[in-house]
DNA sequence: AGTTCATTATTGCTTAATTATATATCATAT
DNA sequence: ATATGATATATAATTAAGCAATAATGAACT
């Protein structure tokens, strides 16, 4: 794993920890190493250090104290819907029982988030999920990224829901996604998503109906989950 | 609004700031002052200015660069999901189509979860959400504070789940909760939840039917959410 | 054995100086 | 006039060094 350098050394310093933390380099409730050693360690200055330190804080993976030092945090507290969080998790224990639990989770939202899409998406709105879906189609000829086409349609369904916190989970949907598709399409044998089941979702959502639009993405998710879930046993 | 001072001055300064930029003190897309006028502003040193900038950011309400200064990021960016940007959202700006918003999600993911925990829950769970059921019951006769007693029963069942992304909502949930119940509960005019009610999705989770679990709580939430609506109008 | 007190490790906080980096300004050349 | 490039400037980034506050540990004293 090389790190590439960042913004900045605060930036590159909290990536290195974080990802350290979440790869298990340091026991949970144990301790880092105080920021003196860890000045020396990674060869940068105490503020950085405790820059670096408070951002990770924020984020919810340690605690730092006088005299007791830094500690990790148990992994129930690790603020899983930050971005960052969540992509030193996937990049360092990518499992597939995480990938399921995901996957449970969009079935909870995206569907819901579909049915408020068919009431309240704005012709903008509908415009982008029918420019993601056209994406996909352009995919399907080698003509875009599969990927980021896919990502792109369930995305903008989560903004067409007109509600602040499904538009928020649209980083940490895409974030998971980018993993998660490429593994099911692998195990799937299928280098792209099947765009006419797509299209039933645009459509559904476009007649309005809440009801066929939850059903929709459920379908599809459902899917996605069944096919996880035969490779766990 | 009475700013209790916080575990340390970092903690101090970044409450205050968030909860400013969230009040809109600090116009969007706009600067905050500089880092230097901050310190004069606050009356504490740049080091304290710049570990509070970096916690805010690392919760995604700003970003800081040389020149450009310290920005206020677009809503859609602030992080929701940490429960101190929630908190200090609900305790400025606790508009009633939030909580709309926040029951939207609710519908979401609380009868998946309970679903899972139909299937997945272990006995110490179970006993967990008794536990909750009996407060409520206690809290009906003055024996409990029924507000927490909610909490702690809707909260059990996403700990039931045995989903790391759901467990990790748990803090979500009560923070919003801690708001949205007190309200929901004022303009029904009762002073606490239905037990019963509570009672029958408790069953439906023991009996190990996840249909039938999930429904049971969708009752519960649609009832809300169509409360809150009836009151939007 | 328990309580108090000193010791000590570690973070908390301040100050001050230097460096890096964007942005804006202005001069120059086309 | 309009790009182009050099220069100035504001701001955060980084380092350094020291003192203060805090809490855990162990020692001393009932």
């Not at 969080?85 to 990938?99: G, N």
């Not at 709105?125 to 996909?136: G, H």
């Amino acid at each position: 794993m090389k790190t590439q350098p960042r913004q900045n050394l605060t930036h590159q310093l909290t990536h290195d920890l974080g990802f350290a933390i979440v790869r298990g380099v340091y026991p949970v409730s144990e301790g880092l190493p105080s920021e003196a050693d860890l000045c020396i360690k990674y060869n940068v200055s105490r503020s950085a250090t405790r820059e670096a330190v408070k951002m990770l804080s924020a984020k919810g993976l340690i605690s730092s104290r006088p005299k007791q030092g830094i500690r990790v945090l148990p992994e129930s507290s690790w603020n899983m819907f930050d971005t960052d969080v969540l992509r030193w998790i996937l990049s360092s224990k990518p499992s597939l029982s995480l990938l399921k639990e995901f996957t449970q989770v969009r079935v909870a939202l995206e569907p819901q988030a579909a049915a408020l899409a068919a009431v309240s998406a704005t012709p903008e709105q509908l415009a982008e999920i029918d420019n993601a879906l056209a994406r996909m189609a352009d995919a399907d000829e080698g003509l875009d990224d599969p990927l980021e086409a896919d990502i792109a349609f369930h995305t903008s369904i989560l903004v067409a829901s007109n509600n602040r916190f499904f538009v928020q989970l649209t980083e940490f949907i895409s974030t998971a996604l980018r993993v998660s598709i490429r593994y099911t399409n692998h195990i799937k044998g299928v280098p792209g998503a099947d765009v006419n089941k797509h299209a039933d979702i645009l459509d559904t959502i476009k007649s309005g109906n809440p009801e066929r639009a939850k059903k929709a993405v459920e379908t599809i998710l459902e899917e996605a989950l069944e096919l996880i879930e035969s490779k766990l046993d």
